[in-house]
């Protein structure tokens, strides 16, 4: 868990600034049926703020975990990223990252081993999420970077 987290610290640590600083026009190019390099940092932010949620409720509610998805397109549309200000989306996404790091950080090793059941009945463990979660972040920094 450990390397996970060093990690993710490191992603947070390059890239915080790195976004503010692409222009927006790359920043919003689209292709079409594609997420501009903004929405990516936007669908990230809704990432984050579902895990936060899922990395905090599996602690308190009944277990096993069942592991809700969510609508991504609809969220970053209905949230307007596009149109968002690269600061203001960049601090959100950096300040809810910094909770899911902390609450990864302070997590139980007991409590990396509940278990999570997805929508597809396959069951994974909280281990797993986070760390999953780390690399996903990786994978779309590197789509906005590219």
Not at 58 to 79: A, T
Not at 126 to 136: A, G, I, Q
Request: proline fraction near 2%; hydrophobic fraction near 40%.
């Amino acid at each position: 868990m450990q390397n996970a987290i060093l990690k993710f610290e490191q992603l947070l640590n390059e890239n915080a600034s790195y976004f503010s600083e692409i222009s927006s026009e790359i920043l919003e190019s689209r292709i079409p049926g594609k997420w501009s390099k903004k929405e990516i940092l936007g669908h990230l932010t809704d990432s984050a703020i579902h895990n936060l949620v899922r990395f905090t409720e599996i602690n308190y509610l009944q277990k096993p975990y069942h592991h809700r998805p969510y609508n991504q397109i609809d969220l970053v549309n209905l949230n307007q990223y596009q149109q968002m200000d690269i600061r203001e989306l960049t601090q959100l996404w950096l300040s809810v990252n910094k909770q899911i790091i902390r609450i990864m950080k302070s997590v139980d090793e007991k409590a990396l081993e509940y278990e999570i059941i997805l929508s597809d009945g396959a069951v994974i463990d909280l281990k797993f999420l986070m760390t999953d979660y780390v690399e996903h972040l990786e994978h779309h920094i590197n789509q906005i970077k590219s």
